[in-house]
């Protein structure tokens, strides 16, 4: 009964791959979150979703992409993989985003990326 | 641009002894809340204080805030080993979309 699941947990791979991580909720969230946290341990927001709306943080390469097949699930897709791109990758989720705004977020326990 | 930064950046102390953390943002919120996380865990959502409350308490948590300083302060009381994380504010600032933006962190370390 995990409430944000992240795959895989672990994930090492060669530069200029492709690969994807998969997230899923069962809270009944309706929007769910990206962030990356770098090795000083900085979280920032990569992208938000809801049935509604996209925000993508301008900062993110476009070789990051988010795919939502329904509102339970926001995977990340990432193209050409950099050494840079090595991070710990966090999936999270809360209640409305635009309403209330008084909701704490449920994260995933993390997919430790490393590129190679 | 960042939001938060905590003070101090590590914290260590002895069992039974209070722990206190501080957070600085730049922005008006609307409400400023607090996270832990363990090694190689995920953040859990400790407490949430909105722009217009001053002080909350959750067992042996208690936050403060003050928007004209744009601080905000946690503190543990009677800290236990089992309290070693680092601990993370977050904003949900009024630009922000709805997203959290989350500090630096402080890692507390608490001895047995």
């Known amino acids: 009964d995990t409430a944000v699941s992240q795959t895989p947990k672990y994930l090492v791979t060669q530069m200029g791959n492709d690969k994807s991580i998969k997230c899923e909720q069962n809270?009944?969230?309706?929007?769910m979150y990206w962030y990356k946290q770098d090795s000083k341990k900085f979280l920032k927001i990569m992208f938000s979703?809801?049935?509604?709306?996209?925000?993508i943080n301008e900062t993110v390469p476009n070789r990051f992409s988010p795919k939502s097949p329904d509102k339970a699930h926001l995977n990340l897709h990432i193209n050409s993989l950099e050494l840079g791109d090595s991070a710990v990758y966090f999936c999270?989720?809360?209640?409305?985003?635009?309403?209330?705004?008084?909701?704490?977020?449920?994260f995933g326990s993390g997919t430790r990326l490393t590129v190679v | 641009s960042q939001q938060g930064e905590e003070d101090p950046q590590a914290l260590s102390i002895q069992e039974g002894e209070n722990a206190t953390m501080n957070c600085s943002y730049k922005t008006s919120i609307n409400n400023l809340q607090w996270y832990r996380q363990n090694s190689g865990r995920g953040l859990v959502h400790l407490i949430l204080?909105?722009?217009?409350?001053r002080e909350k308490h959750s067992g042996r948590l208690r936050v403060t805030l003050d928007t004209s300083k744009k601080s905000s302060s946690l503190l543990i009381t009677a800290s236990r080993a089992a309290d070693t994380a680092s601990y993370f504010c977050a904003t949900d600032g009024m630009g922000s979309q709805g997203n959290l933006i989350f500090g630096k962190g402080t890692k507390l370390s608490v001895k047995p």
């Open positions: 999270a989720s809360s209640q409305d985003r635009d309403r209330g705004r008084g909701y704490g977020y449920t």
């Open positions: 204080i909105r722009s217009n409350e």
């Open positions: 809270l009944g969230h309706d929007t």
């Open positions: 979703y809801n049935n509604k709306e996209l925000i």
